[in-house]
């Protein structure tokens, strides 16, 4: 499979972004234009997310399994290295891609797989609910995300600044975690899994949690030992969970900085 929805927009050096768990391409849209001033953007459809088919049911939607069609899909476009940025599962995702296909950089937006173990359990009752949701309730849940205390109410798990999310991008987002098909494979594949480096990853890497990310909890999910050697790993201040619609601005200058390599990769601190 290697046909997938995406989105292209700018010139420059080629930049991938991949989406989480229950998302899509859109996910990325307040920061594809500032992006697109540096680099020809490539914002992808995951397998059975926004409008990509699901992938077949032989075939278990693990990140590396992942990866590979999005490695694939890359060579039919002619990408032959990129700069690559992952947002949660994309995150993860993005790790397993550098490790199969030339990537000039990684930028992990509060990656997921960084925990110990399996999926912490408050994270999966998390997602679980919020998929519920949007799949049972998806009606209500749209027409209440037109008012601001809606929008608090509906999106203040992941998003720290959700009054800035307007109510067309929410009820977008309702809409894709509701309806996208492959939600429940890929839920199933990472549960009980996480992150396992092969042979170290000698691309440059920065990796960023939002200051205040209510689902990748401090000390639960982000231990750092299998992130590539000299990752610098830093915080984006006042960001919850979807870091791209708090804050848009510091999430480009963000994937710039590591694409450029100015990021300080020596420092393993994080806010």
């Not at 680099?39 to 059975?48: K, S």
């Not at 679980?128 to 929008?151: D, F, Q, S």
């Not at 042979?199 to 231990?223: M, N």
Request: hydrophobic share 45%.
């Amino acid at each position: 499979m290697s046909s997938l929805a995406y989105t292209r927009q700018g010139a420059g050096p080629p930049l991938v972004l991949l989406h989480g768990l229950g998302s899509m391409r859109d996910s990325w849209n307040p920061v594809i234009p500032l992006l697109a001033e540096r680099f020809d953007v490539v914002a992808v459809d995951l397998p059975g997310f926004g409008d990509s088919e699901p992938l077949p049911p032989r075939i278990e939607p693990l990140p590396a399994a992942l990866a590979a069609i999005v490695a694939d899909f890359l060579q039919g476009l002619g990408i032959t290295s990129a700069h690559l940025a992952g947002h949660s599962l994309g995150g993860w995702m993005a790790l397993e891609l550098a490790a199969i296909h030339p990537a000039a950089s990684l930028t992990l937006v509060s990656p997921a797989g960084l925990w110990r173990g399996t999926t912490p359990l408050y994270q999966r009752i998390s997602l679980r609910l919020i998929r519920w949701g949007t799949e049972h309730a998806t009606g209500p849940l749209c027409r209440l995300v037109n008012h601001r205390l809606g929008r608090v109410l509906v999106l203040g798990q992941t998003h720290a600044r959700s009054t800035q999310v307007t109510p067309a991008q929410a009820r977008a987002g309702i809409v894709a975690m509701g309806r996208c098909p492959g939600f429940t494979a890929t839920y199933k594949a990472t549960a009980r899994r996480r992150y396992l480096a092969g042979a170290p990853l000698t691309v440059p890497t920065t990796v960023a949690f939002g200051s205040r990310d209510l689902l990748l909890l401090p000390g639960i999910a982000r231990h750092l030992d299998e992130l590539p050697p000299r990752a610098y790993v830093g915080s984006l201040p006042g960001c919850g969970h979807v870091c791209m619609s708090d804050d848009p601005a510091a999430v480009a200058a963000l994937i710039t900085d590591s694409a450029l390599e100015r990021a300080k990769y020596d420092d393993r601190t994080c806010g």
